[in-house]
């Protein structure tokens, strides 16, 4: 959740966006909106379990049997560095063409497995399988693909009938934090402390938001969505989507506050 205070002219506004994240990834945002002037607070709003490390570790000591990895996440990052074992992972896969959905996750790839991968441009599935679908002639072998077990199957559905074939392995499950509720009430000082803006990372954040949004005068806040999918997830859920940032960065979600905070917008 965020405030603003404009020290140069002595104004305090009451402007807070209350960050519906998984609280682990999402700091580049509050890094930025703070060097903006406001005061960020993270609702952690997920929980993940990773799963089936062995049976993506098996696959992942085989690195000729692929043209390459794709990651949608950066839980799926996490979820190779924790099924290595603190193991560094081929170098071979490094002469592969790996893949990711957005900057964050080409950012924890290379932090984390120093493995370089294309797709950082993209802001989603949509877009990164338009960008695979330009290269699909050079591609023969499959494509490991790492995911979460609410994954939508755009990718698949993209790649039917083409040459572009994925072996897919479910490495994290996202389930709600249980303690949103407490969390939310320390955030908000029990309801006495709104957001002007709430943002939402994913689907699963708003389905974990929902009870807490019944209760709230949802008109009153701006809602901001990250990325397409997630606002339409907060569309079908009800409510009013203020913006949508196109891609998932920081930069992005500044260009919509900016937007609202001009005179004639």
């Known amino acids: 959740m965020v405030q603003r205070t404009d020290v140069g002219d002595e104004k305090h506004l009451s402007e807070y966006i209350e960050v519906c994240s998984q609280k682990t990834d999402e700091?580049?945002?509050e890094v930025m909106l703070r060097a903006q002037g406001y005061n960020v607070e993270q609702l952690k709003?997920?929980?993940?379990?990773?799963?089936?490390?062995?049976?993506?570790?098996s696959k992942l000591l085989n690195p000729n049997d692929y043209s390459g990895i794709i990651f949608s996440s950066p839980r799926c990052v996490i979820a190779i560095k924790l099924?290595?074992?603190?193991?560094?992972?081929?170098?071979?896969?490094?002469?592969?063409?790996?893949?990711?959905?957005?900057?964050?996750t080409y950012k924890t790839a290379l932090q984390e497995l120093s493995l370089k991968c294309l797709g950082k441009e993209t802001g989603n599935a949509d877009v990164l399988s338009q960008l695979m679908l330009r290269e699909k002639e050079k591609y023969i072998k499959s494509f490991l693909y790492p995911h979460g077990n609410l994954k939508m199957d755009i990718l698949t559905n993209k790649f039917t009938a083409t040459n572009l074939h994925l072996d897919e392995v479910m490495v994290y499950e996202t389930r709600s934090n249980t303690n949103i509720q407490?969390?939310?009430?320390?955030?908000?000082?029990?309801?006495?402390?709104?957001?002007?803006?709430?943002?939402?990372?994913?689907?699963?954040?708003?389905?974990?938001?929902?009870?807490?949004?019944?209760?709230?005068?949802?008109?009153?806040?701006?809602?901001?969505?990250?990325?397409?999918?997630?606002?339409?997830?907060?569309?079908?859920?009800?409510?009013?989507?203020?913006?949508?940032?196109?891609?998932?960065?920081?930069?992005?979600?500044?260009?919509?506050?900016f937007n609202d905070k001009q005179p004639n917008s």
């Open 182 to 257: 407490v969390e939310f009430d320390d955030i908000t000082n029990k309801f006495t402390k709104l957001p002007e803006y709430i943002v939402f990372f994913s689907p699963s954040g708003v389905k974990a938001m929902e009870d807490i949004l019944e209760s709230l005068p949802a008109k009153l806040i701006k809602m901001i969505a990250i990325g397409p999918t997630t606002e339409v997830a907060m569309l079908k859920a009800g409510l009013d989507v203020f913006g949508t940032a196109e891609k998932p960065t920081a930069q992005h979600v500044l260009h919509i506050l």
């Open 27 to 29: 700091d580049e945002y």
């Open 83 to 104: 099924a290595l074992e603190d193991k560094n992972l081929s170098d071979d896969w490094n002469l592969k063409d790996n893949y990711v959905v957005g900057e964050t």
């Open 45 to 57: 709003t997920i929980d993940f379990n990773y799963v089936n490390l062995d049976k993506i570790k």
